[in-house]
């Protein structure tokens, strides 16, 4: 491990700490319906789609509204990837999306997930990636917040039978937080020498002779979103690996920092609106180690020589660089990998397919353990906050006290909510990856604990929501399409309900003033406490799976045994 490669990583935490206070001051007062400068634009929209700011909304209304406005997008998506030969801003005359393929997309790009089954330079047009992908990336992002302001609505009141209005915070987020952020980040990124046109493919001839159709299009705008809003989801297949999407060494610092630095800000907006800024910065600090531990190890484990390459003979001075790019090295490729799992992003600039089998698995982990490492914008705050709730749960058991946080008390409706939502992710990674084993044995092109690792890796991502893959497992045909789909789904909504249940039950509760036994939330024994229920749920629950597949091959590798 290098002083250049840990200056980098220190450098980069530092930015996102920074960037937190500032970026959650300013979307509280967003939230709290302060930020007025868009005030006409933001009207009109009400005015148009017939929303009455005015009416709040009961848990089970917000909820219904999230679910309709949803289906309705991925109807959309749907139809305009079926339509796609049919429509315009198609100068590369991409046919229609194949039913399944489409099926499986638009769940993706609805689910804020990205994961992409198909090459976007060769499958989409530029109508389907602009009007389809790029529109859901901002709807998809704005969902996940305004779920997590809905559960803070509930916990800040004094007593409440509503969170909000779904529409409202919908546009809010929107208008106010991912357009304005998104528009800048897009004219920096042309500025780096990113593509923003509708110019036709261009033709062109290598310097060996061969002829090379080199992709262009609408680029800028849909990377800016698909690294702001948590989403992923790149242009082109290879993603930010490709210097289209990621053409300088600033562009991907700076793309780096758009993966974590709303849902980083999102730990101060919660302290700010619950009135306590510790409380946010308790789960900032819990979110921070985990994320520390994941680059540590993963670093570490991606400087070290191949076994197999040294006992071949090899120079292994450089580490692991296969799979890399050259002109980001290891140290950004590590800070890239552990931020976009920890994000539920799932962009990538290098191959987590070709990293070290322990480098390989921690991205994973940060996944498994439900992608509260920071996590999407909005979902990890609300999915960290499920935690809590089991957290303030032990302790209260330990204590023997009603378990209480921030005024509210913690009884069984809440722990079983939180529960349901934790139990997700098993059914989604174990119950779906075991049928793709057993519907698609064939779709595995490595063998031993490497293959077992891509599909994990799969339906990990799938129901995490974070959309990222390992190579060398074909999810394009019509069972892990169909299956990766409900995976996608059940890690998306079937959180959200229980989580919105949630802010409705403890919205509806009167607050109660701290007493001498109340179990203090903001300090280092609580985030201790947080850290080691997250780890020891996720480990209990994943644990023989990891055994199986990286760990295993972790301990092959060395004995010089290749997957």
């Not at 009400?46 to 509204?65: F, I, M, N, P």
């Not at 169909?482 to 509760?509: D, E, N, Y």
């Amino acid at each position: 491990m290098d002083a250049a490669g840990i200056l980098q990583i220190l450098i980069y935490i530092a930015v996102i700490a920074a960037l937190t206070p500032l970026l959650g001051g300013y979307m509280a007062k967003v939230y709290e319906g302060q930020a007025r400068f868009l005030g006409p634009v933001e009207r009109g929209l009400y005015k148009v789609c017939g929303v009455d700011t005015a009416r709040e909304q009961h848990w089970t209304g917000y909820t219904l509204s999230l679910l309709a406005f949803n289906l309705a997008g991925w109807a959309l998506l749907f139809g305009i990837q079926r339509l796609q030969g049919w429509l315009p801003l198609n100068p590369a005359e991409m046919a229609a999306v194949p039913p399944d393929l489409a099926f499986n997309t638009a769940i993706s790009f609805m689910t804020n997930t990205n994961w992409q089954s198909y090459g976007g330079e060769s499958t989409l047009s530029y109508l389907t990636q602009m009007v389809g992908l790029t529109v859901q990336n901002f709807v998809s992002a704005a969902t996940g917040m305004a779920v997590v302001v809905a559960l803070i609505r509930g916990f800040a009141s004094a007593s409440a039978r509503t969170i909000g209005n779904f529409y409202v915070d919908l546009v809010r987020s929107t208008l106010y937080i991912l357009l304005p952020l998104s528009f800048v980040a897009a004219l920096f990124l042309v500025w780096q020498g990113m593509p923003q046109n509708f110019d036709t493919y261009t033709a062109a001839t290598t310097l060996e002779g061969a002829n090379q159709v080199i992709a262009q299009g609408p680029v800028a705008s849909q990377v800016a979103i698909k690294q702001i809003g948590s989403n992923g989801g790149g242009f082109f297949n290879v993603n930010s690996s490709h210097p289209f999407e990621n053409p300088t060494p600033l562009s991907n610092i700076v793309e780096m920092t758009f993966l974590l630095m709303l849902a980083a800000a999102l730990t101060n907006t919660f302290g700010r609106m619950v009135k306590d800024q510790r409380q946010g910065w308790a789960i900032f600090a819990a979110m921070g180690l985990m994320l520390v531990i994941g680059l540590g190890v993963t670093y570490w484990s991606e400087v070290q020589a191949n076994p197999a390459m040294v006992a071949a003979g090899m120079d292994g001075t450089l580490g692991n660089m296969e799979g890399k790019e050259v002109r980001f090295g290891i140290a950004n490729s590590t800070i890239w990998a552990t931020a976009t799992t920890a994000a539920s992003n799932g962009s990538v600039n290098s191959m987590h397919d070709s990293f070290m089998p322990l480098g390989g698995m921690l991205p994973m982990i940060n996944m498994l353990l439900g992608e509260v490492i920071f996590g999407g914008v909005g979902a990890g705050l609300y999915g960290m906050l499920i935690f809590v709730v089991v957290a303030v749960f032990i302790a209260g058991l330990m204590v023997g006290r009603t378990p209480e946080y921030l005024g509210k008390k913690i009884e069984s409706k809440e722990v079983k909510l939180a529960m349901l939502a934790v139990l997700i992710f098993p059914v989604g990674v174990l119950g779906l990856g075991a049928a793709s084993l057993l519907g698609m044995p064939g779709a595995i092109q490595d063998g031993g604990p490497h293959g077992l690792s891509e599909v994990l890796y799969g339906f990990t991502s799938a129901t995490a929501n974070n959309g990222s893959a390992f190579a060398g497992w074909t999810a394009n045909n019509l069972v892990n399409n169909t299956l990766l789909g409900f995976a996608m789904l059940l890690g998306r909504f079937v959180v959200i309900i229980p989580v919105l249940a949630i802010a409705g039950a403890v919205a509806a509760k009167k607050s109660v003033p701290p007493s001498a036994g109340t179990f203090p939330t903001h300090g280092w024994l609580f985030v201790v406490l947080l850290v080691g229920v997250i780890l020891v749920v996720g480990g209990l629950t994943f644990f023989p799976v990891l055994a199986l597949g990286p760990i295993v091959e972790h301990l092959m590798l060395g004995a010089h045994t290749l997957f």
